[in-house]
């Protein structure tokens, strides 16, 4: 993963004006592009001038481009659009455009003059393929004739019909001469862009924030989601089947755990019509892996050479891998335990609640109530049973209910008596059709009056992630899982299969950053600005607090948690819905205190040592840094009974915080030879270590023997050069990444209004 590929990414403007442009350039360099391409064939009526005026205040390097068989430009006019073109195209070659775009048509009469007119301009010859099934020899040869125009860089763009129809667009970029753009319209043509660069592409292209263009991802995932400057020649390819594959969130979740863990592979939307034929087309060892989504999941059983006795006796897989021993592919569902786990640990939790406690599972003898048959339904079907539930199915078609509910032992009713159907109280209700699923957010399987009789009610919908059928059951105060938790669990069970068991507590941590589903990322300079000028814009929900805001934002907030606003520094804020109000918690204190004292209670119960007592009473805290978390485990340090000492690069800030708890403060200077007796605690709070300052630790290894425990809250990277080396000298040791885990379990809590409460540090 350390090869940078420098794939350039550009932004397509189409605008009808020259003001319009000069907006979208903006934009597309917030948004991370490389260069755009102004379409000059869309503006309706702009002057030389104005064309030259833009062109001279263009913020990013620049492709004009004038396409003559535009949508925009008559028949009539073309010989007029032939002669504005050529002006436009010798104006940004007169100005030293970086690029600039001819038809292929029109290169024959016009190339050799732009040649000699540049100075620095490259020149890109493209054409566009109608519709129509492109083989990789007529590509080829078409490749050929572009290449001989002499040009700079070539570009193909074409439609596709199949997902199939892109492989012959790799197969081009494989044995292009020259740099080559190629671009599959529509969204069966994304691929085109997410992969280009495993195949040499010269440039990928991506939509601007707020527009939705077939086949052209938006800029902020290309930067942010996917990466590409990871991608090479060497990377393997996973991604999810499905149909439709717009609402999936698997490639926020999998491509940032691939990176986190070092392992060189991508995560792509495959909007796929033909399982077989897809399988059959993709069939080269880089294509390693595969999610399957509705509706393949039963199909993709027949196109495997071997299955998982499991998902055989469930007749629907969700995962494939490709062996890499003999190629072969191999069928798994994940989907089973994802779904039962999920539901038995919500149940659970209640008995413990309720001071009932069982080794049975919590399902067993419970009328289990599933409505839909496919994939996901079948999964669930088998897992209740094995549960020793008894499962009744609802279906639209009634046929495929009857076939499940045979291979289960369980009953199959007609869907239109579900809403009435209620034979006993106690009965789980899981939903497994696309009832509800986004745009349809306003359908519910179940009427609100009617749930009353469930304990619990579970939805595999997760876009909307609080579907009208979770809302309306927790309304009438019955237990609820959202499907992200099933999806959650099953993308675990499937990371650990794409990378042959590697990353799972990767992929747990990117799990946990992504339970909102929701990847934002602003980079912030002045935090007060942000929140007072651009709440009501950018912040619409909840958002978890990083340095160096954690101290600032306690300002910021209409209200602040007690515990919070002792320490002085918040690192969740909550919109409260039912006034807007914000409201500021902290979660950092209580995650770090846990994981050092199950750390040490664990070493205490080894040695025979059984105590009631924290095991960090008493003990001297020695903290390095002052900031957020360094406030957060110096108040949750003194409460368990520990003396604390604070270390920071600034002084008065170490003694500020000294004072708050009763502690002492010392120059940083002292750190690394303060030694006044054995059996300390060492927790670094500040960034030392950090990436890229990896080499980087706040004391020597000599010095850490004095310790007990050393606590690094740096988790990038997750194995610092602290902990490696106390490690070594053989002090017990807390990774960040135990932190990390830990408060975002409290601030998940807090997100979703106690939704995932029964999610803890056990669940995956």
Partial sequence: MGFKNRVLVCASIESETTEEMV?????AKEEGADLVELCMDSLAASSLSDVELLL?????PTIVSFRLNSNKI???NKGDSKHKCLQILKLAIQLNVEFVEIDFELAPDVINELMQRRENSKIIVSTYLKSGVHCKEKLGNLLVGLQLTGADVVKVVTDVAYITDVAPVFHVLTHAQVPVIVRAVGDRGLISQLLGPKYGAFMVCGSLGGRSVPGLPPLLSLKNVYELDNVDVDTKVFGVVSNPVGHSKGPLLHNPAFRYCRYNGIYVPLLVDNIKEFLRVYSCADFAGFSIGLPHKEAAVACCDEVDPLAKSIGAVNTIIRRPTDGKLVGYNTDCDACITAIEDALQERQTSNGEVTNVSPIAGRLFVLVGAGGAGRAL?????SKGARVVIFNRNFERAQCLARA?????????????YCPENGMILANCSAIGMEPDVHLT?????HLRSYDLVFDAVYTPRNTRLLQEAAEVGVTIVSGVEMFIRQALGQFKLFTNGLGALALLSICLILMGLVIVIHVVDDFDHVFLMRVCVLFDGTRSIGLPHKEAAVACCDEVDPLAKSIGAVNTIIRRPTDGKLVGYNTDCDACITAIEDALQERQTSNGEVTNVSPIAGRLFVLVGAGGAGRALAFGAKSKGARVVIFN????????LARAVSGEALPIEQLETYCPENGMILANC???GMEPDVHLTPVSKEHLRSYDLVFDAVYTPRNTRLLQEAAEVGVTIVSGVEMFIRQALGQFKLFTNGLGTHLNLHTF
């Fill in 23 to 27: 907006k979208s350039i903006g934009k």
């Fill in 445 to 449: 399987p179940v009427s609100k009056e």
């Fill in 686 to 688: 500040s960034a030392i």
């Fill in 381 to 385: 079907a088998f897992g209740a049973k």
């Fill in 56 to 60: 001279k205040q263009r913020a990013l």
């Fill in 408 to 420: 289960v032992s369980g009953e199959a009713l007609p869907i239109e008596q579900l809403e009435t």
């Fill in 649 to 656: 690069r600034n002084f008065e800030r170490a003694q500020c």
């Fill in 74 to 76: 008559s028949h009539h």
